[in-house]
């Protein structure tokens, strides 16, 4: 039975290019990486391909990591923080049947990570590349929404109307509201979004010794931020830049350090708050910590230890 499992994957390897991608369209998406690497935040336009599913659910993230992944390669996967999201589940399996390579749920394992709306807690490290699917590239389309102007503001550097925006919450809220896409420059030059991570994630962009991908499938772009960059977030010297803090802790891995979810657990309204990176909530709790609500308590489907695959 295992030989006819193999032998069905191989023929649906030998079925496809290998990541799926003929080879000049990955040369093609490799060569506007190089140009986005060298100008850190910079939207290099790039002839986005049609994939196998819709636009929406990781095109750009996908083809940046055809062009990029090799047969020795180790693929993560997550969609906001889980590895058994449908979406992450969908792309780790397609890459396994087009490309044949190893794949995990081990942050530290991994030599590219693909990710949506999060950045693993667990710290990168050299060697590893993060891929970014990025729905809204353009951190300036809120505020304008002609392209021919966003590309000027672009190129003169012309970024007061973002400064206007945070002061305007400022404003009408007292602080910068703004928890997500939160607007960060890069290399002191361009303004980049960083895609729709919770601005508790901005601060591990900075300095990053992993490669960091940005692709927009729908938007046809691609920016990056190479290595130990500097990308500054954008605040004000009396509202300094802050990112989310809660008052509990994670429920099972009792990680006070971790971005949180809150999820209702019964009828009457309960809630708990867990760690949204399930392999680092996973990892603390093989370790042996253990928070309010461990002991005893089975993993709801999207929580540590479920297993999809």
């Known amino acids: 039975m295992i030989d006819a499992h193999e032998n069905a994957a191989k023929r649906g390897r030998q079925a496809y290019n290998f990541a799926y991608l003929d080879e000049q369209s990955k040369r093609m998406i490799r060569r506007c990486i190089l140009k986005a690497m060298a100008v850190p935040g910079l939207q290099v336009p790039f002839g986005s391909r049609e994939m196998p599913l819709a636009y929406g659910w990781g095109t750009g993230g996908i083809q940046v990591t055809a062009s990029v992944i090799g047969p020795n390669d180790t693929l993560k996967v997550i969609d906001q923080g889980a590895d058994d999201a449908t979406n992450a589940v969908s792309i780790r399996r397609f890459f396994k049947r087009v490309a044949g390579i190893e794949t995990t749920e081990k942050t530290d394992a991994a030599t590219i990570i693909q990710t949506r709306h999060r950045v693993p807690e ?148 309960q809630r708990m708050f867990v760690c949204s990176d399930t392999d680092y909530c996973a990892t603390r709790r093989d370790q042996g910590h253990v928070g309010p609500e461990g002991e005893g308590r089975a993993p709801f489907g999207s929580l540590p230890n479920s297993k999809t695959e």
């Open 122 to 269: 667990t710290p990168l490290r050299e060697g590893q590349v993060i891929v970014y699917q990025v729905p809204s590239p353009e951190p300036l389309r809120s505020l304008e929404p002609r392209e021919s102007e966003t590309r000027k503001m672009h190129a003169y550097a012309e970024y007061g109307l973002m400064s206007v925006q945070l002061y305007e919450d400022i404003a009408r809220f007292g602080h910068i509201a703004t928890a997500h896409s939160y607007p960060v420059m890069t290399h002191g030059r361009y303004l980049m979004s960083p895609s729709p991570i919770p601005k508790f994630d901005n601060p591990k962009i900075a300095n990053s010794p992993a490669i960091q991908l940005y692709g927009a499938g729908r938007e046809k772009r691609i920016y990056a931020v190479p290595p130990y960059t500097r990308v500054q977030n954008l605040d004000f010297e009396d509202h300094p830049f802050r990112v989310q803090k809660w008052r509990h802790c994670c429920s099972l891995c009792g990680a006070s350090d971790s971005y949180l979810d809150e999820i209702v657990v019964n009828d009457s309204g």
